[in-house]
């Protein structure tokens, strides 16, 4: 008995006949294919149920064309990098349209970030040489004659 016999035999043994059932008439999927076509079905509003074993290829480059003009939507920098390339390099990176157009996202948090810091200082730097002037000296002062 080779280790698909063994493996069968378990599921069969061990399974609901509903189980058991599903994964007989599931097993010759390509689990690929299916998670292409379930995020196909979500995005097109179909019922998972309904969506095939294999994506349809036109359904598929539809949804990557959308997903990747709403990244570059998200991010304006990131789409005029893309505009001065050649062909040969924005095919390159086209798997990762959707994650490099977070780095523009990433600069403004870091941008918000060094603003918040910039606009703090002066009100620390009050807050830390209030300390040094005549009601601190007159505390400093009060405590040492005690």
Do not use: H
Not at 33 to 41: E, L
Not at 54 to 60: K, L, T, V
Not at 102 to 120: P, R, T
């Amino acid at each position: 008995m080779d280790n698909t016999d063994k493996w069968l035999k378990v599921i069969y043994d061990n399974s609901s006949a509903e189980a058991k059932q599903k994964i007989l008439s599931s097993i010759d999927i390509n689990p690929q294919s299916a998670v292409k076509s379930i995020q196909i079905a979500r995005d097109e509003g179909v019922p998972i149920a309904f969506a095939p074993s294999e994506p349809d290829p036109q359904a598929e480059l539809k949804l990557k064309l959308r997903r990747q003009a709403d990244a570059l939507d998200r991010s304006p920098t990131f789409a005029k990098w893309i505009a001065k390339q050649p062909p040969i390099v924005v095919g390159a990176v086209n798997d990762d349209i959707e994650n490099l157009s977070n780095l523009d996202a990433v600069a403004q948090e870091f941008k918000n970030i060094a603003g918040a810091v910039a606009s703090s200082a002066p009100a620390f730097n009050a807050g830390a040489w209030a300390w040094s002037g005549p009601p601190a000296k007159r505390c400093l002062t009060y405590l040492a004659s005690q």
